[in-house]
C-alpha cells in the first residue's frame, strides 16, 4: 500500500537554495538524464508510456502515446521536431507549476531534455505565463547554468545529442494555455486556437512536428526514467498512474500542496489540511480548476483519479481544489469567473465570444436580484449553445461552473430573486472574518470590479 | 522619437533566439515596454522594421495581450487578484481599498505616477489568497491594511520585498527579465513559500514517502544497502505511528 502522500516532484522544495545547479545535483539531479542518454530515443518513450503517466495539465492524454504520434523521420522531408513546455499556468484555482518552477526549475529543465532526446527533437521552449518574475528568474538561471554544465547545447554529457532550450515569457491571455493558440503566440501572434486536424504532432510550431505537454508532465519525466516506470505505475490507480501534486486553496486551514498518489479523496486531503474554517462546512469545491464542474459535499469520496472524478460528473482538470464554504454566495463565485472567461474569450469563434458576453449579463442581474425564475432555463439554453460549438475548450469550460451551480444550488439563485439581492455578507467569507456562525440576513451592495 | 540604437540591437538579439524571427515579437515588446514604460507607436514601429511586418500586423498582436499596455504605467504596477477565489478570500475588499486610497480606477495611475493599479485574474497562488502583484512579484495572504502599507512603502520608496521573490525594482526593470535579460536577482527570496510546502512537511512528520524504487537507472539495492534497511526502519515506524494516528 502507497502512502498517502508521495512527494517526488516536491520532495526538494524545502532544500537550501533548491534553485541552484548544485543543490539539484547534490540530491542526484542530472543523474536520469545521463542514463536516458544511455538508452535508444524509442526505449525512453517507452518507458514513458509504460508507467502510465497522462498529461497533467487537465486532459489526461497518456504522455508517452502522445509523443508516439509524432510522424516517422522522412529522410526525403527532414522537418525538425520540437517540444514545447506549456508552463502558462492560469486556470483558476490551479496553482502547481508556479511554484515547482519556482523552487526546482531543473526538475522541470532535466525533464525537457529527456523528453527532447526520447523525441529527436533539437529544439525546446518552456512557454511560462509572463505574470510571474520570480519564477523566470529561476527558469533563466537554471537554463544558463545547464548550458554551463554541459547539460544543454552541443553533445551533451558526450553523446552526440544536442539541444537548445529557450525560455519564454508570454504576455498575460488565458488562452494561451490551450496547446495550439499557445503555438500561434509562441510564433509571434494572437494566441488564438487552430482548427484541427492538423494536429500539432503533425503540424505545430513552424508546421512542423510538435509535442506540447505541461509543465508537471515533463517534470515527472526524471523521476519515471530514474526509479522506472513500473515505480510509477505502481502508485495511483490503474487507469490514473502515479503521483500528482494537489493544490487545495480557500476555506481550508492548511491551504497548500499535497503530492499524493492519483485517488486519494477530498475528505482525506481536507482531514490533512486541517479541515474546514472553524465553524463553517463545505460548500462547494472545483476538482480541478474553475472549467471543471462544481462538486459538494456528495462528492467527498469521489476518488480524485480521471475515471472517478468523470463518472461524478466533473473532470479531474488540474487538481486544483478550491474550497468554499457555507460563506460563499454561489452566484457570486460563478459570476466571477463568468466575467473572466468573457474577459479571456480571444474572440475567434462566435459562440464563446458572444456566448460569454450574455452569460455575464444574465448572471449579474439574478445576483443583484433584478433577474427572473426564466433566467435560469435562459442561462442553460445559452450554455446550450456554447457547449461544443467552439474550436477550444474555453467556451466549454465556462459553461461548467453555471450548469453545475444551477443543478446544485437551484433554490439559492432563486433566493436572490425572492431577497431582492444577495443574501450573503461578502465579509464573512474573507480570510480575515471572524470564524463565527451567525444567520445571514444582510443584503449587500458590491461595488464590482469589473465596472 | 525613434528608439536609441542598442535597443535596436537588443530586439534584434531577442529575434536571434528563434529558428524564426517573429516568435521573438512577445520578448520584443517586453523590452519595448521596459524602454518606453508602454508599447509606444515607435517601439511598435521598431519591432516592426526588425522583423519584417507592418506596423498594423505588430499593433494586432500587442493589442491582444493584457501586459501590454497603450498608456504610460506608474513607476510600480500593482495587482490585485480579484478573480473567484482570491475575491472571495478578501480581494474584492483589498482592491477597493487601494481604489479608494489610492484614488484611482482599474488600469489608471496614480497622479504623480508611483503606481498602476489594475485588478488581475488568477495569478497561480491560490493557496496564498488573497493575493497582491507588484511588478509580478508574488505578495501572499494580503489584507487591506498589508496591502495599504505596501504601496504606502512604494510611493515612499522604501524597500519593498515581495513574500516569495525579490527586492521590488520597477515594472520597467520586470519588464526587462521578461525579454530574456536577467537582472541578478534570481538568488534572493526562498525556494518556496509555507503554503507550498504543507504537504512534504507533513508527509516529512509522518514518514510518509514514494516507495523506493524496484529498478530504473540506479539499483539501490546494490549502491546502497544501508540506506534502504534504513528507509524500511522508518517505514515500517512511520506505518506504525500512521496506524496509531488512525485509530484516533
Redesign the interface.
Known amino acids: 500500500m502507497?502512502?498517502?502522500?508521495?512527494?517526488?516532484l516536491?520532495?526538494n522544495?524545502?532544500?537550501?537554495?533548491?534553485?541552484?545547479l548544485p543543490a539539484y545535483a547534490q540530491q542526484?539531479g542530472y543523474?536520469?538524464l545521463?542514463?536516458?542518454l544511455g538508452l535508444a530515443p524509442e526505449d525512453v518513450q517507452t518507458m514513458v508510456k509504460d508507467s502510465g503517466l497522462r498529461g497533467r495539465g487537465g486532459a489526461g492524454f497518456p504522455t508517452g502515446v502522445k509523443w508516439g504520434f509524432l510522424p516517422p523521420a522522412d529522410p526525403e522531408n527532414p522537418k525538425?521536431r520540437y517540444l514545447v513546455v506549456n508552463a502558462d499556468?492560469?486556470?483558476?484555482?490551479?496553482?502547481k507549476?508556479?511554484?515547482l518552477m519556482?523552487?526546482?526549475p531543473h526538475t522541470l529543465v532535466e525533464g525537457v531534455i529527456i523528453s527532447s532526446y526520447a523525441i529527436r527533437a533539437e529544439?525546446a521552449f518552456i512557454y511560462v505565463?509572463?505574470?510571474?518574475?520570480?519564477v523566470?528568474?529561476?527558469l533563466?538561471?537554471a537554463v544558463?547554468e545547464a548550458y554551463a554544465a554541459g547539460h544543454l547545447g552541443k553533445n551533451i554529457h558526450g553523446s552526440g545529442y544536442d539541444l537548445e532550450l529557450?525560455?519564454?515569457?508570454?504576455?498575460?491571455?488565458?488562452i494561451c494555455g490551450e496547446e495550439t493558440a499557445l503555438l500561434d503566440?509562441?510564433?509571434?501572434?494572437?494566441?488564438q486556437p487552430r482548427l484541427r486536424p492538423p494536429f500539432p504532432a503533425v503540424a505545430g510550431l513552424?508546421a512542423s512536428p510538435t509535442v506540447i505537454n505541461n509543465a508537471e508532465s515533463i517534470a515527472s519525466v526524471p523521476a519515471i526514467?530514474?526509479?522506472?516506470a513500473?515505480?510509477f505505475a505502481?502508485?495511483g490507480t490503474e487507469k490514473s498512474a502515479g503521483?500528482g501534486i494537489?493544490?487545495?486553496?480557500?476555506h481550508v486551514k492548511?491551504?497548500?500542496?499535497?503530492?499524493?498518489p492519483l485517488g486519494i479523496t477530498l475528505r482525506k486531503l481536507i482531514e490533512?489540511?486541517g479541515g474546514v474554517r472553524e465553524g463553517h462546512e463545505l460548500k462547494f469545491w472545483t476538482p480541478g480548476g474553475?472549467s471543471t464542474p462544481l462538486f459538494t459535499q456528495e462528492h467527498l469520496d469521489v476518488t480524485l483519479d480521471f475515471e472517478g472524478v468523470q463518472a461524478a460528473g466533473s473532470m479531474l482538470g488540474t487538481r486544483?481544489l478550491?474550497i468554499?464554504d457555507d460563506s460563499?454566495c454561489v452566484v457570486?463565485?460563478v459570476l466571477?469567473?463568468t466575467e473572466?472567461y468573457k474577459?479571456?474569450s480571444?474572440g475567434k469563434c462566435t459562440p464563446c465570444r458572444e456566448g460569454t458576453w450574455w452569460l455575464v449579463q444574465v448572471l449579474e442581474r439574478l445576483e443583484k436580484g433584478d433577474g427572473k425564475p426564466e433566467d435560469l432555463d435562459l442561462l442553460l439554453d445559452q450554455c446550450d449553445n456554447i457547449l461544443g460549438r467552439s474550436f477550444c475548450a474555453l467556451g466549454d469550460g465556462a459553461t461548467s461552473p453555471i450548469t453545475s451551480s444551477i443543478q446544485y444550488f437551484r433554490d439559492e439563485y432563486l433566493a436572490h430573486l425572492e431577497q431582492g439581492g444577495c443574501p450573503f455578507d461578502?465579509?464573512k467569507?474573507?480570510?480575515?472574518a471572524e470564524s463565527v456562525v451567525e444567520p445571514v440576513e444582510t443584503t449587500r451592495e458590491?461595488?464590482s470590479?469589473?465596472? | 522619437m525613434t528608439l536609441a540604437a542598442e535597443t535596436f540591437d537588443e530586439l534584434r538579439e531577442i529575434a536571434a533566439?528563434?529558428?524564426?524571427a517573429?516568435?521573438?515579437?512577445?520578448?520584443m515588446?517586453?523590452l519595448v515596454q521596459s524602454v518606453e514604460g508602454r508599447v509606444t507607436p515607435e517601439g511598435i514601429q521598431a519591432c516592426a522594421d526588425v522583423?519584417g511586418l507592418t506596423p498594423a500586423e505588430v499593433s494586432?498582436?500587442a493589442t491582444?495581450?493584457?501586459?501590454?499596455k497603450r498608456h504610460p504605467v506608474g513607476t510600480h504596477h500593482v495587482?490585485?487578484c480579484?478573480?473567484?477565489?482570491c475575491?472571495?478570500?478578501?480581494g474584492?475588499?483589498i482592491?477597493?481599498c487601494l481604489r479608494e486610497k489610492l484614488e484611482v480606477g482599474?488600469d489608471e495611475t496614480t497622479a504623480d505616477g508611483a503606481i498602476t493599479l489594475e485588478?488581475?485574474?488568477?495569478?497561480?497562488?491560490?493557496?496564498?489568497?488573497?493575493v497582491v502583484?507588484v511588478?509580478?512579484?508574488?505578495f501572499d495572504?494580503q489584507?487591506p491594511e498589508s496591502a495599504s502599507q505596501l504601496v504606502d512603502d512604494l510611493r515612499e520608496g522604501r524597500e519593498v520585498v515581495?513574500s516569495?521573490?525579490?527586492r521590488i525594482t520597477s515594472w520597467r526593470e520586470?519588464e526587462r527579465?521578461?525579454?530574456?535579460f536577467?537582472?541578478g536577482?534570481?538568488?534572493e527570496?526562498p525556494?518556496?513559500?509555507?503554503?507550498?510546502?504543507?504537504?512534504?512537511?507533513?508527509?516529512r512528520e509522518?514518514g510518509?514517502?514514494?516507495?523506493v524504487?524496484?529498478?530504473?537507472?540506479?539499483d539501490v539495492t546494490e549502491e546502497m544497502p544501508e540506506a534502504v534497511e534504513e528507509a524500511d526502519t522508518r517505514r515500517a515506524e512511520?506505518e506504525t505511528i500512521?496506524e496509531e494516528a488512525s485509530d484516533d
Not at chain 1, 502507497?2 to 517526488?8: C, E, N, Q, R
Not at chain 1, 467569507?429 to 480575515?432: G, N, Y
Request: net charge negative.
Open positions: 502507497t502512502d498517502t502522500l508521495t512527494p517526488v516536491t520532495s522544495w524545502g532544500d537550501e537554495r533548491a534553485w541552484t542526484g543523474d536520469a545521463d542514463f536516458a525538425p499556468e492560469s486556470e483558476p484555482g490551479t496553482c507549476d508556479i511554484p519556482m523552487a526546482s529544439r505565463r509572463g505574470e510571474v518574475l520570480h523566470i528568474r529561476r533563466q538561471a544558463r529557450v525560455v519564454h515569457a508570454g504576455a498575460g491571455a488565458y503566440s509562441l510564433e509571434g501572434r494572437r494566441g513552424y526514467v530514474k526509479n522506472g513500473d515505480w505502481g502508485m503521483v494537489f493544490s487545495l486553496s480557500g492548511k491551504p497548500g500542496q499535497y503530492e499524493a490533512l489540511a474553475s486544483a478550491q468554499f460563499v457570486r463565485a466571477r469567473w473572466f474577459h479571456e480571444c461578502p465579509k467569507s474573507t480570510a480575515w458590491e461595488a470590479p469589473n465596472d | 533566439r528563434y529558428p524564426q517573429r516568435s521573438g515579437l512577445l520578448p515588446l517586453h522583423l494586432g498582436v491582444f495581450y493584457t501586459m501590454y495587482g490585485v480579484t478573480n473567484t477565489l475575491a472571495v478570500m478578501g474584492d475588499e482592491f477597493a482599474n485588478h488581475i485574474e488568477c495569478n497561480a497562488a491560490c493557496d496564498y489568497a488573497p502583484m511588478n509580478w512579484e508574488f495572504n489584507t515581495a516569495r521573490g525579490a520586470a527579465v521578461l525579454a530574456g536577467e537582472d536577482l534570481v538568488d527570496g525556494a518556496a513559500g509555507p503554503e507550498s510546502l504543507v504537504g512534504l512537511e507533513l508527509a509522518r510518509w514517502a514514494a516507495p524504487h524496484a529498478h530504473g537507472s540506479a512511520s500512521a
